[in-house]
Structure formats: C-alpha cells, structure tokens
C-alpha cells in the first residue's frame, strides 16, 4: 500500500459525458502528479499540483483539467470524453529522499468510455 | 517524440537465471533514473533510481547500470524469481521550471519468470 488513494476503481461512461477522479496523496506530501496509461503505452505525464497550485504542465488535453483543494486531495476532471481516452488514470504523490523527488502510486482508476 | 525508451515490449527468464532489462534516452539533461515495477491492477512501485553522478547502484537482488555516454540504462535482477514477473517501468527526470522536476517514462517491458 503506496498511501496513495484512488478513487473510483473503475468508471464506465459514454462519449460526450464528464467525469471526475479524485486521488489524496499521501499524509505529508505536498505535491500530485496525474498521469495517463493508454494500452500499450507508457505513463503519459499530465500535470502537476503542488500545495494547492498548478506546478507543471504535460500532454494534458484542453477537455481535462484538475485542481487540488486545501486538504491536498486532486481532482481530474474529463470532460467531452471520446473513446480514445479510456485508459488508465494514475495519480502519484511524491516525497524528498535526500537526493531526489521518488512518486508514490495510487492504484488507479480505469476509465471506460463507450 | 519518445525520450525514454524500452525497445522490448516483453521478456521471459528461467527462475534463478539473470533478467536484464534494457532502457534508452535521448535527453542529455536527465539526471535521475528510475525503475518501477507494475503488478495488474496495482499502481507502479518504486524500485531502484540511480543519479547521473553513478554508474552502478544495487539494492540486493536488483541493480542499476547506468552508461551516460550510450544513453543507456539496465536493470539486472539475479536471481529472478517468480515473483518479479510483472511489468518493469524505466523512467527519467530532470529539474524543470520552478524546483519541480519533470518524469518521463518508458513504454514498459513485461517480465515473466517461469518456474
């Protein structure tokens, strides 16, 4: 167990429609990175809160947008979903060793878009 | 354009023989690697990271190569064991803007340890 939290587990829904993901970092840190898994593909980087603000920016469609609220919980929002973005939903919260950042995983959260 | 690649989608080892695990990069301003490891319907998990300032790092059965001037990274696991048949994530980092640093990861490679 990561301490990383996701939920739901799994979300079937159809094209057109909006969903939202929810992750809580683990207790003490401060920053949530929300990364995409396609089939076949590798952990697609999307964006990045830290302490309640936008950190960094990556292959994040314009439909999807996120936030983090004051209690450090982030939320992924999906919006005019199309078939090509069900794929798995990773969030990661991460922590200073003494040399670099290391990302703690969630389970996440498989989207289904039909 | 893929900066961090895992040209082997999928490995299979004996039990108790050497699993070699490839990872190429292009950035030369990556300074942090990583491995991951991904059990089905479980997020990745932390393995072994290696600075840009080392060439080698072990943790047990697990060790980290790292060849700057290839731009190649491996990761041995000897013995393998059933166990650490999951797929192996190989990921880069680099300072970004405002103290944040930015991962970058492979596509993955699948790792099947047969009994």
């Known amino acids: 167990d990561s301490g990383v939290t996701q939920t739901p587990k799994h979300l079937i829904t159809a094209t057109g429609q909006r969903v939202t993901l929810r992750c809580s970092p683990r207790?003490?840190?401060?920053?949530v990175y929300w990364y995409q898994q396609s089939l076949d593909q590798g952990l697609q980087f999307l964006i990045q809160?830290?302490?309640?603000?936008?950190?960094a920016k990556g292959n994040i469609l314009e439909r999807f947008s996120a936030q983090q609220f004051p209690d450090l919980h982030s939320e992924l929002n999906l919006s005019s979903l199309e078939l090509g973005d069900s794929a798995l939903y990773f969030c990661a919260s991460s922590t200073y060793s003494g040399t670099h950042y290391e990302q703690y995983f969630g389970p996440g959260t498989r989207l289904t878009v039909t | 354009d893929q900066q961090v690649k895992q040209n082997s989608p999928s490995l299979s080892v004996q039990e108790g023989r050497i699993s070699i695990l490839n990872c190429d990069y292009t950035n030369s301003m990556f300074d942090y690697f990583l491995w991951y490891k991904k059990y089905p319907a479980e997020g990745p998990t932390f393995l072994i990271s290696?600075?840009?300032?080392?060439d080698k790092n072990e943790d047990g059965r697990f060790t980290v190569f790292l060849n700057k001037s290839a731009k190649h990274l491996s990761l041995h696991i000897v013995p393998s064991q059933p166990g650490d048949s999951a797929v192996y994530f190989c990921?880069?980092?680099?300072?970004?803007?405002?103290?944040?640093?930015?991962?970058?990861f492979g596509t993955g490679t699948r790792l099947k340890v047969l009994a």
């Open positions: 809160y830290y302490n309640g603000e936008e950190r």
């Open positions: 290696i600075s840009s300032i080392k």
């Open positions: 207790s003490g840190d401060l920053s």
């Open positions: 990921a880069a980092s680099a300072a970004w803007t405002s103290g944040t640093y930015k991962y970058i």
